[in-house]
């Protein structure tokens, strides 16, 4: 009889974690979830009973060590970190973001765990150097986050060649139901019709949420080399003008209004004020809006023998969601 196997993830109550728990309660795995003390009962409602729920800050770093020394886990799918454009300190940034995945990558090093981390393709910079980016593409820390990130994969490339067993996930910006990010932003601008779009052509990749969080749980015990960097993202990039035009339909019968296509140089320009002022959220919201960022996804679809989403009308999800709030 083959053995149940145990499995830890962390980040289970953000919005790429509570999708992935609910692909491996679909699995007979033993789950624990990390969470932050005090996380409300709203944000676990997703949870399944039968996971195991352990309250644990990642930047305490002796708890989270004590507690991976006390228990026996066959694969880490290490998920929680501090996002981008969040106002902490870059001790805490570095805390949750670095110090945590190494200390899991070594708990799994010393016991030959498979680990599974997600990363970010943040690690190219917002905006990549050649399009599609790839995986030989050159990693730009443009931002703190984007170096948390960074640092972490050059650890686990050092640990894998020592014989870690490890497998990188960098996902594109994500979409789908619950999350308040930039999909979210970008169809309440377009629903007030407050939004400005450069006119010229801009080509944006996200990823369907749904399909990173299947991909991250198939990787538990899918036969992978370890070291494999899988770039996600949907099927193919999506013309910026295109998405708005869609978006605006869904919300109101209507294409978006064309007076608000605007010059790019007026990007260009709020950009350099906010490399001025040293805002990290404002100059990625000018770039992601006025600049082309697309990446080569072919790969993790070939070995793990998946159909990638369409952006659109995958998009629907974030419009009717949003139609909801």
């Known amino acids: 009889m083959e053995q149940v196997k145990s499995v830890l993830i962390t980040g289970i109550s953000g919005f790429i974690g509570k999708l992935t728990v609910s692909y491996l309660a679909r699995k007979n795995y033993n789950v624990t979830g990390i969470v932050r003390p005090g996380t409300s009962s ?177 990787l538990v015990e899918t036969n992978v080399t370890p070291g494999t960097e899988f770039i996600v993202a949907d099927k193919e990039p999506v013309l910026l003008a295109e998405l708005v035009k869609f978006i605006s339909n869904q919300l109101h019968g209507a294409d978006y209004p064309a007076n608000r296509e605007i010059q790019v140089k007026w990007f260009r320009l709020g950009e350099a004020i906010a490399r001025t002022m040293k805002n990290e959220l404002w100059i990625s919201r000018f770039e992601l809006l006025s600049r082309s960022w697309y990446f080569d996804t072919s790969e993790v679809y070939k070995q793990l023998d998946m159909q990638p989403e369409k952006t659109i009308p995958s998009f629907k999800t974030v419009i009717n969601w949003y139609k909801k709030h």
């Open 42 to 218: 709203a944000q676990l409602e997703h949870i399944p009973e039968s996971v195991t729920l352990h309250e644990l800050n990642l930047d305490d770093s002796k708890g989270l060590n004590d507690f991976l020394n006390k228990h026996n886990f066959d694969c880490v799918l290490h998920i929680g970190a501090l996002r981008g454009g969040r106002k902490y300190s870059k001790n805490t940034f570095y805390a949750v973001n670095v110090t945590s995945t190494q200390l899991i990558m070594e708990y799994c090093f010393k016991h030959k765990a498979r680990l599974v981390f997600c990363s970010s393709v943040g690690v190219f910079g917002a905006i990549p150097e050649e399009l599609p980016a790839n995986n030989y593409t050159r990693k730009r820390n443009d931002n703190y986050y984007h170096y948390t990130k960074i640092v972490c994969e050059e650890m686990i490339a050092n640990r894998v060649l020592e014989g870690l067993d490890a497998i990188v996930v960098r996902p594109a910006i994500t979409y789908g139901e619950g999350d308040y990010g930039f999909p979210y932003t970008l169809t309440k601008l377009i629903d007030k019709k407050l939004l400005r779009f450069p006119n010229q052509p801009v080509r944006i990749h996200m990823t369907n949420a749904n399909t990173l969080a299947q991909i991250i749980a198939r």
